[in-house]
């Protein structure tokens, strides 16, 4: 064990969503992130970015569930069991959700975002700008992740 | 405030890197995660992606700096001053680093990443593949984004 120390967040915000289900799951669909009134000026100048990366605590995950160490993608038994780290698994040792979403507009302390795939009432840790350093070109992806993504374009 | 409750996060591992000060900014520089051993199984299949995001720690950073409300983008008077969620500075509510790395090779419960922005001891929270999800195109990014990419440019 290399690293015993706990380490405390309080959440900066949460989200708010009509969306419910596989609902939120849509690439397209609207949610409001609520960011605490006191960190308002904290926001400022977000707006110049298109685009900002969402850390959100996945609050649903137990304590059993984080101890899992193996998961079929996706709950699909015919993809390879895969260690936890090399999916993106709400099933993690820290539940920490990170997604992509464009941003869409801010009033006060309230961003509008498009494509985040949390629930509502999701608590959010953190709002990061994107910029060209977060991506990589000549990413290689397993063929597990290919066949999946074909098959939500088939089923689209 | 929206959010009171507070979150408990355990380390799932540490970087080691022999770089010092500003070299960990180097994207060519090398560094090992070491992750607990009791989760080397989480790591299964997780060389078949390229890149990887590591979410971590800044854990030099005091409550007093996880209260600042706006900064200059790498502390550049000359560049507007901006709400802390409007730029990727350590001095954040909660000081989770979220860096893109390459994945050079896995044994046991080391990673060896290049570009690695952490300080070695950096306690890490988590590890993710990168997908092409998790970019964007056609974003946009502000003016002082571009204008400090020209300059680093220019003095490499």
């Known amino acids: 064990m290399t690293?015993?120390?706990?380490?405390?967040?309080?959440?900066?915000?949460?989200v708010r969503t009509e969306a419910l289900g596989d609902e939120v799951k849509d690439k397209k669909h609207l949610s409001e992130i609520v960011i605490d009134c006191e960190l308002t000026p904290a926001?400022?100048?977000?707006?110049?970015?298109?685009?900002?990366?969402?850390?959100?605590?996945?609050?649903?995950?137990?304590?059993e569930q984080q101890q899992m160490m193996k998961v079929h993608p996706r709950g699909r038994r015919d993809l390879p069991l895969l260690g936890?780290?090399?999916?993106?698994?709400?099933l993690?040792?820290?539940?920490?959700?990170?997604?992509?979403?464009?941003?869409?507009?801010?009033?006060?302390?309230?961003?509008?975002?498009r494509g985040?795939?949390?629930?509502?009432?999701?608590?959010?840790?953190?709002?990061?700008?994107?910029d060209f350093w977060d991506t990589a070109k000549d990413a290689r992806v397993p063929k597990w992740w290919l066949k999946l993504e074909e098959e939500k374009k088939h089923n689209a």
Request: charged fraction near 20%; aromatic fraction near 10%.
């Open 3 to 14: 690293s015993e120390r706990s380490i405390i967040l309080k959440p900066i915000g949460i």
């Open 92 to 113: 993690r040792p820290n539940p920490i959700g990170l997604t992509l979403v464009e941003l869409v507009k801010v009033e006060g302390n309230v961003l509008t975002v």
């Open 43 to 63: 926001l400022e100048g977000i707006t110049e970015f298109s685009h900002i990366f969402v850390l959100f605590w996945l609050s649903e995950i137990s304590v």
């Open 84 to 90: 936890v780290f090399a999916t993106r698994t709400n």
């Open 116 to 130: 985040l795939d949390a629930y509502d009432g999701t608590p959010v840790l953190d709002v990061k700008p994107f």
